[in-house]
């Protein structure tokens, strides 16, 4: 069993539409990362949230963090064939710990 | 700088054989992660180091796994014997203990025939 569901699993999805991703747990978080993998490389972070209702932009993407830290979305704009990848969230369930749980991921096609 | 650097970038061995995958983390960083990715079961986290000093290696799967960390530039991973279900990809990350911000290497693809 996962600590952090996220879905849906895959979405394929045509230039300029918009779309959400979920990451979801019956835990609380102390902060929560979203991170972004593309074939043959390793994660690389795009955002963090630390509190409860936080929401970040950053250009088309949108990341929310539930009220209660125990989920966030993703939410992309206009999705553009360069955001195809897979979406990864990570939380820490001490504040201050180390220890990331990832979730298993979002692989999103973004079709010209 | 160069990035967390990871070697070899594949590997294709037997069971049984050893296998050694190294790292190499971003100067001045003072943390180091180890992880495994598989289809299966996403990202684990397998052990991770602060100051060189392993502080949970609870995800390590069993004894055939091992990690060390001789100094602060570099970092092996080693697998004796390994099996065909070790087969995965595996990471090496690093960051700054205060920063909880990782970065990746690029991994190290195992196949274990």
Redesign the interface.
Known sequence: TQLLEQSPQFLSIQEGENLTVYCNSSSVFSSLQWYRQEPGEGPVLLVTVVTGGEVKKLKRLTFQFGDARKDSSLHITAAQPGDTGLYLCAGSLIQGAQKLVFGQGTRLTINP | DAG?IQSPRHEVTEMGQEVTLRCKPISGHN?L?W?RQTMMR????LI?F?NNVP??DSGMPEDRFSAKMPNASFSTLKIQPSEPRDSAVY?C?S?L?RA????????SRLTVL
């Not at chain 2, 909880?100 to 991994?107: C, D, K, P, S």
């Open positions: 967390v943390s992660f992880y996403g990202l684990e986290l991770y602060n502080i949970d990471f990350a960051s203990s909880n911000v990782l970065t990746f290497g690029a991994g």
